[in-house]
């Protein structure tokens, strides 16, 4: 097992702000969504802030006027604008809700409020940035990275494992909502992981809390291999949809958009085909090899230390690889309870 930690600082360079809040979850406001002041940028004598939504989009808040949110920019495609109010205060909140766009958005945000910071309007400012953005944003937004479109068919295989096994596994499918776990199903917590079919077998963590015990169940790790194939993630989500009930389809397109995959499938996200080597699975225990915070000194993590990621050789777990029928048939006995 191999590990590389990153400061909070590199981490904040390298990443995103919205990154470090998902690491940091006592950042917290509201009703699932997390806020975070940003400093040195008074505007309106208040501090803009950092947000990100209970979808677990990326976004921010810059203090406005009443008169300015009559003037509030158009939504933009993946850019949404609004106007909120707080203890009777105007805001104008900006989401990106494409999740494969933070870098750029996080430019985006800082050049606006650097304007902002010299006392300009709040909504022409961010009229102009949008503007000088705009391209940007749909160079950027024309690939989908191979990182996503072999998480998404992973996920997608085991989603139809399951529902082929007889389990009702849609509504236990978080993997979307980027929750810790890719499935939770009662006790029953599932975590993942494409694997190479030519290779060591081994996977990357890039979460302490992944492999972390749930509090409420097991966790097993669902290992998908996968290998150059004709089978793409459009192909199988039309699969799937053959497979669930007419009141679940909804639930489920309405899932694969919440990640930019709408349904029909475009050719960014099925520029890649696969053949499914078969599932592997393992129980995540104290065997496991796995490094997760209550390894560390008091239980957290070092201060100044922001994330850490992690690589994991298979061949170290041997003894803890199972059955994949039996974590169907501990699903099935659960939902018979």
């Known amino acids: 097992m191999s590990v590389e930690y990153q400061t909070d600082q590199s981490s904040w360079i390298a990443g995103t702000p919205w990154r470090d809040m998902r690491i940091h979850a006592g950042i917290r406001s509201g009703s699932g969504e997390r806020s975070m002041q940003i400093s040195g ?19 921010f808040m810059v203090p406005s006027t009443k008169s300015e949110l009559g003037r509030i920019p158009g939504n933009s495609g993946r850019i949404i604008f609004s106007s909120y109010f707080r203890y009777g205060q105007p805001w104008i909140r900006v989401v990106c809700i494409d999740r494969e766009l933070e870098k750029v958005f996080l430019h985006f945000c800082e050049t606006a409020l650097e304007e902002l910071s010299r006392g300009k309007g709040v909504a022409e400012t961010l009229q102009l940035t949008l503007e000088r953005f705009r391209q940007l944003f749909e160079d950027s937004g024309g690939q989908v990275s191979s990182e996503c479109i072999v998480g998404l068919f992973a996920e997608l295989v085991t989603l139809e494992w399951m529902l082929d096994g007889g389990v009702n596994a849609l ?3 978080l ?7 890719d499935f939770v199903l009662g006790k029953v917590h599932m975590e993942v992981k494409a694997l190479r079919a030519s290779g060591a077998g081994i996977f990357h963590v890039s979460n302490i809390h992944q492999m ?9 790790l669902v290992g998908v291999t996968l290998k150059p194939g004709d089978l793409t993630v459009g192909i199988l ?5 053959t ?3 007419l009141d679940q389809i909804n639930t489920f397109d309405n899932a694969l958009k919440s990640i930019g995959c709408s349904f029909p499938v475009d050719d960014r996200w099925n520029r890649l085909g696969f053949a499914n080597g078969g599932i592997r699975t393992w129980l ?54």
């Open 212 to 220: 972390a015990d749930p509090p409420d169940g097991r966790l097993y």
């Open 175 to 181: 993997g979307p909502t980027r929750e810790t776990h």
């Open 171 to 173: 509504p236990g499918w």
């Open 41 to 59: 940028y008074g505007i309106l004598n208040r501090d803009p802030e950092w947000i990100l939504t209970s979808d677990d989009y990326a976004g």
């Open 237 to 241: 989500s039309e699969r799937i949809r």
């Open 284 to 337: 995540v225990n104290e065997d496991f090899p796995r490094l997760v915070t209550s390894m560390l000194p008091g239980g957290a993590l070092p201060p100044g230390v922001g994330s850490v990621k992690y690589t994991v050789a298979l061949e170290h777990a041997v003894s803890n690889e199972v059955l994949a029928s039996r974590i169907l048939q501990e699903l099935t006995s659960q939902s018979e309870v």
């Open 243 to 245: 497979k669930l009930k």
